[in-house]
């Protein structure tokens, strides 16, 4: 495949952030103009070559993040914060487990746990504090 600076919007927007983006996220933060079509194939491109990972979070959506470590290798499950959303890669899992799966045939395998930072985490409770302290007031 050949690089586009379309490719190369998209592939620099999504290296310079540790979150996943949902489709409609990378659409609005890209610096030029492209297409849905366009952006769906070239994703779909960069995930064939392992330049980017494609994760499902609670609610279906597909979220795609430039692949910072080696994601052929390991299998391991993410961490992504509601609120930053930052995605944090976890310890690989247990080579139990790992052998357990190897007894079947597994197309895909996501994991992706939902919550909240420890920054984040924090915020939200300096923010329930206040509000309880100026409740009793």
């Known amino acids: 495949q050949r690089s586009t600076d379309k490719r190369l919007a998209l592939l620099e927007l999504l290296m310079s952030s540790r979150k996943a983006f949902a489709f409609s996220g990378l659409e609005k933060q890209l610096s030029i103009s492209m297409d849905r079509?366009?952006?769906?194939?070239?994703?779909?491109?960069?995930?064939?070559?392992?330049?980017?990972v494609k994760m499902v979070d609670s609610h279906g959506n597909s979220l795609f993040?430039?692949?910072?470590?080696?994601?052929?290798?390991?299998?391991?499950?993410h961490f992504r914060c509601k609120v930053c959303e930052l995605v944090v890669c976890l310890p690989a899992l247990p080579s139990e487990y790992i052998e357990q799966l190897e007894k079947f045939e597994i197309g895909e395998m996501s994991f992706l746990m939902e919550g909240l930072c420890h920054d984040c985490n924090n915020i939200d409770k300096d923010n329930c504090a206040t509000e309880k302290r100026s409740e009793r007031i």
């Open 37 to 52: 079509v366009t952006i769906y194939r070239t994703l779909h491109t960069f995930e064939k070559v392992g330049l980017v």
């Open 65 to 77: 993040m430039f692949n910072h470590n080696d994601h052929s290798k390991l299998r391991h499950p």
